[in-house]
């Protein structure tokens, strides 16, 4: 309760703050070198992203250690949803829903 999944447009205002999809951005979103697990951000966003990776949908895990992906609430065409992912830039994409991808909450305005 107080909490929601972010919709496609709630992550655009926010990346948006950020610089957009670039790899900028991507580096403010990151945790550093001096974290574990590490990556190669300065998280001067507080965001403290980590490359979780993704799942895929008969369990294998793909690129931990080099991306993340998030979420939305925003479907996209074809069964799948609008997602963020960040590796060396921050992109806006869709992703299956039969995937498995970290979710981060906003917290509901009062």
Known sequence: TGWHVP???????????????????ATKLKVTASDDPA???DNS????VVPG??????????????RAAFWSTTPSSGGS?????????LENTDNDYNFGLSIRCLQDSE
């Open 7 to 25: 919709t496609e447009t709630e992550w655009a205002t926010f990346t948006t703050t950020l610089g957009g999809a670039t790899a900028e951005s």
């Open 39 to 41: 990556w190669d951000g």
């Open 45 to 48: 966003s507080n965001f403290s």
């Open 53 to 66: 990776g993704q799942r895929q949908d008969g369990g294998n895990f793909l690129f931990e250690g080099s």
């Open 81 to 89: 949803a609008q997602i963020r992912r960040v590796s060396g830039t």
